[in-house]
């Protein structure tokens, strides 16, 4: 068994900063990419951030140059430093890793339940 389980979510200003964690746990060999993704209302579910293993980022054009993606490979989790938040980012964020649960495994990909980050006007 796979958990990812998120933190850091909550209400803040427009402006304001947060911090979200994801910290993986149960049987885990590898994990490859670890990412975030943003659900808001009415909305399709869509790629924040994302890094390898090796530290590779990739972000969406709307969050660049506020948020920040890293991860901690010694303690399976990763984070996303969020800076001058806008009421768009306003969404559910939910975490998402591509692993393996064991040597020469087929990685598959897991998501987290989900944390409520609301930017206020």
């Known amino acids: 068994q796979v958990q990812l389980v998120e933190s850091g979510g909550g209400l803040v200003q427009a402006g304001g900063s947060l911090r979200l964690s994801c910290a993986a746990s149960?049987?885990?060999?590898?994990?490859?990419?670890m990412g975030w993704y943003r659900q808001a209302p009415g909305k399709q579910r869509e790629l924040v951030a994302a890094?390898?293993?090796?530290?590779?980022?990739n972000y969406a054009d709307s969050v660049k140059g506020r948020f920040t993606i890293s991860r901690d490979n010694a303690k399976n989790t990763v984070y996303l430093q969020m800076n001058s938040l806008k009421p768009e980012d306003t969404a559910v964020y939910y975490c998402?890793?591509?692993?393996?649960?064991?040597?020469?495994?087929?990685?598959?990909?897991?998501w987290g339940q989900g944390t409520q980050v609301t930017v206020s006007s």
């Open positions: 998402n890793a591509d692993l393996a649960m064991a040597p020469g495994a087929d990685p598959y990909n897991y």
């Open positions: 149960g049987s885990i060999f590898s994990i490859n990419v």
């Open positions: 890094i390898t293993s090796g530290g590779s980022t």
